[in-house]
T-cell receptor, first 112, second 116 residues
Framework: AQTVTQSQPEMSVQEAETVTLSCTYDTSESDYYLFWYKQPPSRQMILVIRQEAYKQQNATENRFSVNFQKAAKSFSLKISDSQLGDAAMYFCAYGATNKLIFGTGTLLAVQP | GAVVSQHPSWVICKSGTSVKIECRSLDFQATTMFWYRQFPKQSLMLMATSNEGSKATYEQGVEKDKFLINHASLTLSTLTVTSAHPEDSSFYIC????????????FGQGTRLTVV
């Protein structure tokens, strides 16, 4: 069975600084996708970034980028120039044909 | 992005009764829908995956007879909590995807269920 692990329950970053959230996963499949979702206090899930396992190039979306290490089954999220609006719960997720499973989440606080 | 509407946003029901939660994709056809349960400050626990016209696939430990999932059309899936008990009180979230595993899944606003 696939599993997703986030080892950092909480993280804090100063505004304008950079923070990296960690995620590891386990799967025996070769074709899958990885995602980072954000859940603000409203609890509405928002897609931050996605990565296809077959692509070696790390995905980037504006201030958000990932470090995808397939062999190590690691998928970290880097947030640059952190903003107050980035404060939220961040979930790493694994996507397969009939699965979309989430890690335990990292609560990110942004200090002004 | 696409819109997924989940209704109701909150519901209170008496122990022993059933409650139905609806999840609708408003502007796309959802070939796959996921139902999650989220406890306070915890992750989303996948309960089941449903594909339109097929029986739902339940995760291990999730009671099929208690959590009835129907995905009758490409825009609607329902979760019915039967014979609800206080321990079923939780936040339930649906998600809909219009394509394969790499397609973005869009989420409903969630339903806060309280069983008294």
């Amino acid at each position: 069975a696939q599993t997703v692990t986030q080892s950092q329950p909480e993280m804090s970053v100063q505004e304008a600084e950079t923070v990296t959230l960690s995620c590891t996963y386990d799967t025996s499949e070769s074709d899958y996708y990885l995602f980072w979702y954000k859940q603000p206090p409203s609890r509405q899930m928002i897609l931050v970034i996605r990565q296809e396992a077959y692509k070696q190039q790390n995905a980037t979306e504006n201030r958000f980028s990932v470090n995808f290490q397939k062999a190590a089954k690691s998928f970290s999220l880097k947030i640059s120039d952190s903003q107050l609006g980035d404060a939220a719960m961040y979930f790493c997720a694994y996507g397969a044909t009939n699965k979309l499973i989430f890690g335990t989440g990292t609560l990110l606080a942004v200090q002004p | 992005g696409a819109v997924v509407s989940q209704h109701p946003s909150w519901v209170i029901c008496k122990s022993g009764t059933s409650v139905k939660i609806e999840c609708r994709s408003l502007d796309f056809q959802a070939t796959t829908m996921f139902w999650y349960r989220q406890f306070p400050k915890q992750s989303l626990m996948l309960m089941a995956t449903s594909n339109e016209g097929s029986k739902a696939t339940y995760e291990q430990g999730v009671e099929k007879d208690k959590f009835l999932i129907n995905h009758a059309s490409l825009t609607l899936s329902t979760l019915t909590v039967t014979s609800a008990h206080p321990e079923d009180s939780s936040f339930y979230i649906c998600s809909a995807r219009g394509g394969g595993r790499g397609t973005e899944a869009f989420f409903g606003q969630g339903t806060r269920l309280t069983v008294v």
